[in-house]
Each structure stands twice: as C-alpha cells, then as structure tokens.
C-alpha cells in the first residue's frame, strides 16, 4: 500500500525518467491512488509516463471521473488500445458515464468480440446481476476429460479474469455444473469432467439485484457466481472484486439516505454544486416537515410562558427520543441490508427493541424527572413527572417506529433507507411535543381550579 511518505517522496521527483521509472515499479492500485491524486495536467503526464502493460493495469483502478478526464486528453489510438483491453463490466460501467457520442465512437472502434460483450451488458437494467457481470469466464462442455479441459484452459483462457473455477455448460450452453481448478489439476487426465464437477451450483439470473447476487456470494463464500438468462443459459460471472464495489456502494448508500443525502452517492470530495443539488432538497424539505412539529408548538406559547423551564426540558426531550430512534434504525436498515434479517424476523426484532426501549426509556426517564427538578422552582417541580413520563413514552416509541418503519418498507419491497433519521426524528418531536404539551396543559388547569 502506498504510504503518505511515499506519496510525498513521488511529488517531490523532479526528474521525469525516474518518476517514471517508480510509477512503472508500484503496483498498479497504487499507482492508480497516486495519479488520481493529481491535477489534470499532471496526471495525463504522470500516465504517459507508464509503460504500455502499467497504464492498461492502472487504468481500470481510477475513479471514472479521472478515467473521464484521461480519455479527454491522451490521443486517439491510446484510448482506443485502453478502452479495448478492458474487462466488459469495467468498460460498460465507464460508458454509462461517458457522452452518448463518445460511447458509440469507441463502441464502433472495438473488436467485434468486445463490442457484442460490452452491448450484452449495457442491455441490461443498472442495478441488476446483468449489469456488473463479465462474459469473461472459463467454460467447458460436459463431454471432456480433465486433461481435455486443462489444455482447452492452458490455450484459450490465459486472459479470463478469473480461472479457479470452470463452468460446464451443454451443447446449448445451459448452466450443468461446477468444477474448480483444485479439481482438475488432482485428478487423472482421463476422467470425464461431468464424474466430478458439482452439480449443486448457485447462481443469479441477469434480472436479480446486484445487492442480492452480493448477499449469495458472502453467504457461500464464492470468488465467483455465474449468471444466467430466463432459458438458464449461461450468460457470465460476477467476480469477488465487483462484489466489494457493491456491497461499498449499497453501504454508502444506506447511510447517506438515512442522513438524508438525495441518491446516496455523494462523494466526499464532489464539487460544491453536487454537494448542495444532494443535500440541500432534503433540507428544504426537512424545514418543510419541522414546520409540523413546530405548529404542534404554536398552540402552546402561553403554557410555554407560564412554565418557562419547558423551554429548557424540551430539547432534551426531542434529541434524546430522535437519537434512539436513529439508533434502532441503523441497527434495522443495515440488518436487512447485508441479509441478516428479513421482515420474517420482523416480531423477534421488535421484541428485542421493546425489552431494550423498556430499559432505556426508564433509564432516560429518571434521567430528565432528575434535571428537571433541579432546573423546575419549587412551585413547578410537578413537571418532572410529566417530563419523565413522556421521555418514557417517547423512547418507547422511537424504538418500535426505528423498527417496524424500514421493515414495513422491505416487505413493500421498497428501499428501507428511506425512512431517514431526520424524516424519523421530526416525526416524534411532533408527537412528542404534542403530547408533553397537552400534559402539562391539563396539569395546569387541573391545578387552577383546584386554586
């Protein structure tokens, strides 16, 4: 991994051969870090530097942006060379970025090979197993001996992405069995492949979620899941290394829609004006929501007046209720997210967090009842009950919303994220208030006309 020492030693190369003499030594991930680190200017003369294997190795691991830029500036034939040495899902996925009248330019320079695996791709859905699959992958006929099978790898499989396992299709190229490598290199040449490959294989078709091919391959520990079409052809693989992308984009994404962050996918070093078309709608409209919460207020204003220490006890109340439910949410939206639970589990999980709330909210109760009759004058002291009382309530509340919201939303098969903390949180300050209000309210009458 390439240090911070070592990013600064790079910088400070003032002689271009040497410079690039150590681009051309790193490994390609680390070279691509470095180069994405640069200005413009500086990283189309940085990737010149590299040697013809180095850049085609380096180019895959730059963000898309910077891929973008490169394309831009390094000539013709150069991007040609690159774009065609691509895997096909890392080539579909820089085309979807890139203007329609570049794509079909490069598209027509490919070799017919390419271009049908690139458009094979590009056909399907985003977000789909289709989608971030390669056709790249080692397939054998069910009919060969193992040493049949190693030579037909040894001669046409060399530039595969992955080799350690082999797909048997039939003479239609429906989806048979597996076989691994291990396999194959320990048995005697003349068995036939079909006596020991397995047929127990797990596989996605082109149309399932690319989260849920993701959740297949973490659970079964797979490098590698093959896809298939509706007629159970095979069609190509999805690799380990596309699987970390996805489960790193679904995370991103999970927690940035909780937070609010519009798509989900906003990087942290994204221009000024992306950041404020994510963020600054949701805010726009969180306003709009806490207008609610603060109507359940306005009615209150003379109570408010005749209390004052309210003013004191409230945000207490309102922070403390939104950070449990933002707690049982998290906790909630990334169980279903990495498949730990489903809404079958529904009952178990609100179980849990009402046990919990029980506990916390009785412990936040006596917590706000304690501060709020050190803070309430003597004659006021009575809204410590109503102030733990409605904690209590609050918290219990928040706890059960932050579970059974993101549940009910998965079995409605929408996106459990959602429901963000913010939404969530203006939703129980305007119950919260409402109630604690009403409360002390009919405390207060109560009191005037036993006066």
């Known amino acids: ?226 896809v298939v079409d509706r007629e159970d052809r095979l069609v190509g693989i999805i690799t380990v290394d596309d699987v970390v992308d996805i489960l790193e984009e679904e995370a991103t994404a999970d927690i940035q829609k909780l937070a609010g962050v519009s798509g989900g996918d906003e990087a942290a070093l994204s221009p000024p004006q992306v950041t404020i078309r994510k963020r600054l709608p949701w805010l726009l409209a969180n306003i709009g929501l806490y207008v609610g919460a603060a109507s359940a207020i306005a009615p209150f204003q003379q109570v408010i007046s005749v209390v004052p220490v309210l003013a004191v006890i409230m945000p207490i109340l309102s922070n403390t209720s939104g950070n449990v439910a933002i707690q049982a949410l998290s906790v909630t939206v990334r169980g279903l997210g990495v498949g730990e639970v489903t809404p079958l589990d529904t009952l178990k999980i609100l179980r849990k967090e009402i046990l919990a709330g029980l506990g916390t909210a009785l412990a936040l109760a006596i917590a706000l009842g304690i501060l709020s009759l050190i803070w309430s004058p003597p004659q006021e002291r009575w809204v410590a009950i109503v102030a733990a009382s409605v904690m209590a309530i609050n918290v219990f509340v928040a706890a059960s919303l932050g579970t059974m919201l993101p549940m009910g939303l998965k079995r409605l098969k929408l996106d459990p994220a959602l429901i963000s903390g913010p939404l969530l949180t203006t939703i129980l300050d305007a119950v919260g208030f409402l109630t604690f209000l009403s409360l002390i309210s009919l405390a207060l009458k109560i009191a005037s006309k036993q006066a």
């Open 1 to 226: 991994m390439l240090t911070q020492e070592g990013r600064v030693a790079l910088t400070d190369i003032t002689d271009l051969n040497l410079l690039k003499a150590e681009l051309n030594r790193l490994p390609p991930v680390d070279a691509g870090d470095y180069i994405a680190e640069l200005s413009p200017q500086q990283q189309a003369i940085a990737f010149r530097l590299l040697n013809k294997n180095q850049a085609i190795a380096v180019f895959e691991y730059l963000p898309q942006e910077v891929q973008e830029e490169l394309i831009g500036s390094l000539h013709d034939a150069q991007v040609f060379h690159l774009v065609e040495s691509m895997s096909p899902d890392d080539r579909a996925e820089l085309f979807d970025e890139l203007p329609a009248g570049v794509v079909k330019r490069l598209l027509q320079q490919l070799s017919t090979e390419e271009r049908q695996a690139t458009a094979t791709i590009l056909g399907y859905p985003e977000g789909t197993a289709g989608r971030v699959m390669t056709t790249e992958y080692v397939r054998l006929r069910q009919g060969l001996t193992v040493g049949e099978a190693l030579n037909k790898i040894r001669r046409n499989d060399e530039d595969k992405e992955t080799i350690y396992y082999a797909y048997v299709t039939d003479d239609n190229r429906k989806l048979v069995s597996v076989v691994s490598l291990r396999q194959l290199l320990f048995t005697i040449p003349d068995v036939l492949i079909r006596e020991i490959a397995s047929q127990r294989v797990v596989r996605v078709r082109t149309d399932t979620p690319q989260a849920e091919a993701a959740q297949l391959m973490k659970r079964y520990d797979l490098i590698a899941i093959p």
